[in-house]
């Protein structure tokens, strides 16, 4: 709200004596450089002072352009100016209270969305679409938890992949052995409670006529409601742990 001139002559020296009609501080500005702001900038809509409009300009969709632009033409002069830049805030930006995840409003909109999310079924159409993609085979090769993926060309020229160190070292041993098999194919369904779940298993071996599951003793101890459960369910699983993997590699059929 504008509260005076600082003379009656308004010409280039005239001020704009004003009250933000922001922060509701006095502040003054060149009276030309005052309203070519109102008039060039549909944001300048009330009358801010210098530190309100220096926050507010930051955000308008004019000053992002300049600010891309300038940094486009930064990185097309000086290649190596990204590196630096990421170098020069590694280990300073995101650390501790710093972090913009752990203000509370912050997390107060995340925890909300959230909600809003579960309450209208949003996970219960993932859970069914990720278990519809599974059953496809969409999901081959993709890198689950810490293992990473393998291809395995086998004696049969047809080419696996499978998970982790493990599974390399048992489908190998399949092959050697010429022991029919499929491998992360399939899906087999059983309950826990009232609630459907989902099992993909690691191979299904022929002559064993069993599903197989390579395992570390601490993932299983994780999981032995959902075995357990599986057993109900009359799936046949045959679980290979590491000091079983080891004899087996080690000796012939």
Known sequence: MIKH???NKKNTKTRVI?????????????????????ENNPDFNIDYCKKCWSSIRQKTPIAR???????NEMIKNDPEWVKRNSESKKGKINLGETNGMK??????????????????GYNKEVSKQMKKAWKDGKFEGVRVGQSKWY?????NGKTYKVQGTWELAFIKWLDENKMEFTCHRGRLNYMI???????FPDFFVNEWNSYVDIKNEYHYSLQKDKFKALDRAGHNIKLIFKDELEKLINQKL
Not at 23 to 30: P, W
Not at 65 to 70: E, L, V
Not at 104 to 119: G, I, T
Not at 151 to 155: A, G, I
């Open 5 to 7: 001139y600082s003379d």
């Open 18 to 38: 004003f009250i933000c009609d922001n922060c509701k501080n006095e502040d003054s500005r060149n009276m030309k450089s005052h309203f070519r702001l109102k």
């Open 65 to 71: 352009k300049r600010m891309s632009n300038a940094i």
């Open 103 to 120: 203000q509370e409003k912050s997390k107060r909109k995340v925890s909300q969305s959230r909600s809003k999310l579960m309450a209208s």
């Open 151 to 155: 291809k395995y060309t086998h004696s």
């Open 193 to 199: 409670g009232n609630q459907n779940h989902t099992y």
